[in-house]
């Protein structure tokens, strides 16, 4: 393992399942490996393995193209457990049986006996009514099993392959349709031959059946499709193959689409966001020293500040329509892999939300809801706070700044200076001992917590100007400390500039 560079992870029946579980297991293993292998899983007639949730993960992590799983036109199972087959134990274990002994005897006639037309009957029409409900439900109607990778379908014309789990049901629905019960369980034996037929395909010239022109090559790549799933026979069954090719195509296309046109409103809000990086720069510079977030609370009505604070909303809404369409997969689902999205999202966090901390203190929220990060944050910066510490980073080892950050690196950290203002306040005014030592421990909390970003560089220049919030705070403290040091009598709790309980 420790040489191997690629693997390919093959099973059949059952043992897809176990050789899906040993690609998954690979495949996380791949993550944190400095030498990731390179992993594919090849299947044949196995049954479902996992949920809708197993599905996205595979989707979100782009591992769909290392999953292939071959299908034959009427074998039962692969899909059996779109079904509740729970009810039919005891037929069932007669029919793994039947598959366990003809794979490795030839003789097996008592047991092949014991699987009379009756029980095949049954399991067959079981399996092919709760399918059929399923590829004509709503989309929000889901077997507890779900379909993950691409599937090649199979027949003795040729094979398609398909990577949309929708239409995957919907096609092996379709296939099965067509079937009878002995040919869905004796087809669970005959991946050799549908292995050599695929083969001799790719060395023939194909030709359409039926002499039609077609107005463009897709339409005629979608005929050719039905031919090779021999569902061309029917006109009924024909059109409905063709309505759930084409929607196949659609929503592999739409995500896609999105994506791109969100991109574009993402450039078009650019100009919004250009502006608010101009005023805090501003800001920075002015000559009242008071930086980007006291100079936004202790705002006028001037018409700059008054742009800002509209630009600051539609930059809301931009990103709140983003986490909208993600949460209701209207986007790609490797949205979050992509680095474009995640430095975007969080360059609009470290931008924006001193603002929207400055607001909520402006505008008194602090007397009605409480603090600002246990009751006033918006779920958006949670999200982005996710993305970003989800995200895979290479290892750089220790980078020190030789510079203040243009952005303070932590989004909130105007939010915690007003928490120890408030502390700060409470100290004087507060009788209780040990409440008096709650409240110093806190306030030098976050002063070593203060300390260590200034230090590291972490913060943008505006934090250390005059008259911010940040100096202003740290000015009360220290004379807080030395009236402490002055008169211990008055403060009992504090000595020699430490907290004693």
Sequence with gaps: MERCKSMVITGHSLGGTTASLLAICLLCQSMVSPSPISVVCVTFGSPLLGNDALHRVILRERWGGNFCHIVSKHDIMPRLLLAPVASLNPQ???LLHFWHLSMTHRHFGLVASQLNDEIKSSIFCFVLSHLEALAHAEGSERSPFWPFGSYVLCTHKGAICVDNANSVVKLMHLMLVMSSPNCAIEDHLNYRDYVEKVQLQFLKARSFLQRNIYDSSYEAGVALALESLEITTKELMARMGQDCLKMARRMGRTPNLNGANLAIRLSKITPYRAEIEW??????????????????????ASKRDSRVNMNRHKLAGFWNSVIYMLENNQLPYDFLRREKWVNAAQFYKLLVEPLDI???YRTGMLRIKGHYRTQGRERRYQIFDKWWNDRRVAEEGNKKRSKFASLTQDSCFWAKVEEAREFLDNIRSETDVMKRVWLCDKINDFERYAKELIESKEVSKDVLVKYSS????????????????????????????????
């Excluded at 005023?279 to 006028?300: E, H, P, T, V, W």
């Design 92 to 94: 069932l274990q007669i």
């Design 358 to 360: 400055a607001e909520y």
């Design 470 to 501: 940040y100096s202003l705070w740290m000015e009360e403290w220290r004379e807080l400390k030395s009236q402490m040091q002055q008169f211990p009598s008055q403060f009992p709790s504090f000595l020699d500039g430490e907290v004693v309980p």
């Design 279 to 300: 005023y805090k720069a501003c800001c920075d510079q002015a000559d009242d020293q008071m930086g980007y977030y006291d100079s936004f609370k202790l705002r006028g």
